[in-house]
């Protein structure tokens, strides 16, 4: 129960930790989105600022020339020399039809100032009573020496507003006034309003109005809610749009902004709102604080960017919730699942220390084997898996015992019994069990099973007996060994084999001799004969006595005690042996050291390496293998000669390279010239102490051959 408590702790905080990750990248994302947006708002509340004073300054200059440059009339007012109040009514004249137009134009003064920056003509005066500040003559003063116009935004005695002003010259390019075009601010705000959706205002620096300014004209202003240190033109277009509910805070960083003269962005939220604010210095060297354009607008996509992520946590808490269950169900299921597997393992543990089990592919091919099978057959597992299984197999089982097991399998069926093996090192063993078909979720057949138990201690029983028996009358034929007359019994033993060997040989030649006289006597009974029948016969008698002889040869030299011949070379013998050879298309290769010697006769070497040789030319013929190799080599193991032949003749079938020494089992159908048979050939071999064997290896199979390498008289002399 406390370590359920304790996983459902971990997977609730796993929730806080997903939940508070989600939110935290959500709230990341969310301000990316949010600072994009105010950028965008940012860049387009700058291009509007932009756009419209090139707009002001292309309609001025458009003014410029239609009602100024190219009015001659005006030329000459301008040109004459008259007095200031002479000039200002015939101003006056020409202007007084076109000032309404004027101002439906968005233009609320036309003026007219000298170069030295005396004003001789304002169209908000009807008479000739105005006055000029003096920094207001340094910036007429400054654009007589410009040649083109300028939009600047000025604070004068009647307004702060934006004003083009351009020097009106003569054909002599000598200044004869300086011209002024004042726009009305409020009219532009509300154009920006409706062309971009942005409400406009410009906002003043209080100081600079109070200072330049009437207070009749300063009436018409009113402090900005967002900085009382600045004002703003009162009118029809920007009273409808200010808002004087923003927190404490959020003044103070304007006001502190603006402090800093410069541009800026906020945002904020009232009610279910959006807003968000731009404000851009606008300065020049003629006011001490600068400017301020400040664009307004109410974002729709602000607010869907803000309900969006809303929805977004939302949604986060709701799948770190689920996901989290989920896990923690998972995870409920896994420990089940462990725990039932570590009982599985359990299980398995001690089928795999105390039964034997072995699993194969369908074509008998070793998959998996318990560590039981292993150290009831002496296998390592490396050793056995992705090795046939008729590995163990047991000569004394007869094939039909095999194929009656195999066909229950083929047809699905269970096959129960006991089996014979045979281990590692040769010794037998039996087990009882059953095989059974294996299969996989499909449902297809992929191979096969075997349970087995080890009985061989059980069949040991049965024959206790003859196992003492046998136990002892090995330890009395070892006593027998440890003298002279038990060692000459073991070699009339071994006689007596090769004896049998050489009967079991001579018996076809025999029983060809008696069937030829039989079959001579027969035909001369009946008188059925001729002169070709008499010569095959001679012919066929001839050789089968030629084998004989042969035969007798052959025994002759395995009992030859020659002592000129019994210490020889092994490597000079075997490359004679080689050079006999017709060897067309072979490649016959000899090395190793060739200063080793062993004791024996040097013809029963010749006989046993011929038989080998010629054994492995009959398969390269059999299967048609062009490029035969077959690679000899002589070296030193222990107080031993090994002699290795390799061939690549393919090897030789599993089921016989068990047999191939045994007396029965022969490739060839009579002794020759070509060498003995292996049967003969293992005696031979024993009797002079050595030993034979053959396994398959690579591309083919290798025949080791072991040589003694000290004088056996020696050794009987020292016994003696």
């Not at 990750?21 to 989105?33: C, E, T």
């Not at 002001?56 to 009602?67: A, I, K, P, Q, R």
């Not at 003026?111 to 030295?116: G, R």
């Amino acid at each position: 129960m406390l370590s359920k408590n304790r996983t459902l702790i971990k997977y609730i905080l796993l929730f806080i930790f997903l939940t508070t990750f989600s939110i935290v990248i959500i709230f990341y994302n969310k301000n990316s989105s949010l600072d994009e947006e105010k950028d965008n708002i940012f860049v387009k509340s700058t291009n509007i600022l932009n756009k419209y004073k090139k707009r002001t300054f292309d309609e001025s200059e458009h003014f410029f020339l239609t009602y100024v440059k190219e009015n001659k009339v005006l030329q000459n007012i301008l040109s004459q020399e008259l007095s200031d109040k002479e000039k200002f009514e015939r101003i006056k004249q020409v202007f007084d039809k076109e000032i309404e137009h004027f101002k439906r134009h968005d233009y609320s003064e036309v003026s007219f100032y000298t170069k030295d920056g005396k004003a001789i003509y304002k169209s908000s005066y009807k008479e000739m009573k105005f006055t000029q500040s003096s920094n207001y003559k340094e910036i007429i003063k400054d654009i007589s020496k410009e040649f083109k116009g300028k939009v600047y935004f000025l604070i004068s005695d009647t307004s702060a507003t934006l004003k083009y002003l351009r020097a009106v010259y003569d054909n002599t390019f000598k200044i004869k006034a300086i011209f002024e075009l004042s726009i009305d601010l409020p009219k532009l705000i509300h154009e920006t309003f409706i062309e971009d959706g942005y409400q406009v205002d410009f906002l003043f620096p209080k100081n600079s109005l109070k200072k330049s300014m009437s207070e009749e004209s300063l009436a018409s202003f009113k402090e900005h809610p967002f900085n009382n240190e600045y004002m703003y033109k009162n009118s029809f277009y920007s009273n409808r749009f200010m808002l004087d509910n923003l927190s404490y805070d959020l003044k103070n960083e304007i006001k502190s902004r603006m402090l800093k003269e410069e541009k800026f962005i906020i945002d904020y939220k009232i009610k279910d709102n959006y807003y968000i604010n731009s404000f851009f210095p606008i300065s020049n060297r003629f006011i001490q604080q600068d400017i301020y354009m400040f664009l307004y607008i109410k974002s729709q996509k602000y607010y869907a960017i803000n309900e969006r992520y809303n929805v977004y946590i939302i949604l986060a808490i709701f799948l770190s919730l689920l996901l989290s269950t989920i896990l923690y169900f998972l995870n409920t299921i896994y420990l089940k699942y462990k725990n039932i597997k570590v009982k599985l393992n359990s299980i398995n543990t001690s089928i795999d220390k105390y039964v034997v089990v072995a699993e194969t592919d369908l074509r008998g091919i070793v998959t998996y084997v318990s560590e039981y099978f292993c150290k009831t057959s002496g296998y390592k597992k490396e050793e056995i898996i992705g090795r046939p299984m008729n590995m163990i197999r047991n000569p004394d089982i007869s094939k039909k015992f095999y194929d009656n097991m195999w066909k229950k399998l083929h047809n699905n069926e269970v096959w129960e019994g006991e089996i014979k093996n045979i281990d590692k090192n040769g010794n037998s063993y039996w087990v009882r069990g059953n095989i059974s078909p294996m299969y996989n979720e499909n449902n297809k057949k992929i191979g096969y099973r075997s349970i087995r138990v080890d009985i061989s201690d059980e069949k040991q029983l049965l024959k206790v007996n003859s196992l003492l028996k046998r136990d002892l009358f090995l330890k009395l034929n070892e006593i027998k060994t440890r003298d002279k007359i038990n060692m000459e019994q073991s070699k009339v033993i071994l006689m007596g084999q090769i004896l049998d060997a050489f009967s079991n040989e001579w018996k076809k030649p025999i029983s060809n001799l008696s069937s030829k006289l039989l079959q001579l006597e027969d035909n001369v009974k009946n008188k059925n004969y001729d002169d070709k029948f008499l010569e095959d016969i001679s012919k066929n008698l001839k050789d089968e006595v030629r084998n004989l002889s042969m035969h007798l040869n052959e025994f002759k030299t395995l009992f030859s005690h020659n002592d000129s011949s019994d210490r020889y070379s092994v490597y000079n013998v075997i490359k004679s042996t080689i050079a006999s050879i017709n060897k067309k298309d072979v490649e016959i290769k000899l090395d190793g050291d060739s200063s080793l010697e062993t004791y024996g006769v040097s013809y029963d070497l010749r006989k046993i390496i011929l038989g080998i040789i010629y054994n492995s030319l009959d398969e390269f013929n059999k299967k048609e293998i062009k490029e035969g190799k077959i690679n000899i080599n002589v070296s030193r193991s222990n107080e031993f000669v090994l002699i290795k032949c390799e061939d690549n003749a393919g090897g030789i079938p599993e089921e016989f390279i068990n047999k191939v020494f045994d007396l029965d089992f022969t490739t060839k159908n009579e002794m020759s010239s070509k060498g003995l048979p292996l049967h003969i050939a293992k005696l031979i071999v024993k009797k002079s102490g050595g030993d034979i064997w053959v396994k398959n290896v690579n591309k083919g199979c290798c025949f080791y051959i072991k040589l003694i390498t000290q004088d056996r008289r020696q050794n009987e002399r020292v016994k003696h």
